[in-house]
């Protein structure tokens, strides 16, 4: 988390981290009590920015953090805001 608050894309935008918990067949399963419970506790991180941004973000991470077993998405969102 330290490098996304020192980016300075991702530093200004902000982002919300959450422990969630995966299920399925065809996780990567850490532990034999993950296997045996066919779930996995992952740390999901989002960020709202610019597709290039976020692409350039994903790099930076694949080359800090070599051998990690990390899955990542880039999605495109139709329409943010805030209720006030």
């Known amino acids: 988390m330290q490098m996304l608050l020192t980016h300075e894309v991702a530093g200004d935008a902000g982002f919300s981290v959450s422990e969630i918990i995966a299920y399925g067949r065809n996780l990567h399963f850490r532990t034999v009590a993950e296997q045996v419970s066919g779930r996995v506790r992952q740390i999901e991180v989002r960020m709202v920015l610019p597709a290039d941004h976020a692409q350039q973000i994903v790099e930076q991470l694949k080359a800090e953090m070599p051998g ?14 805030e209720l006030s």
């Open 68 to 81: 990690q077993h990390v899955k990542w998405q880039i999605a495109s969102i139709m329409a943010t805001g």
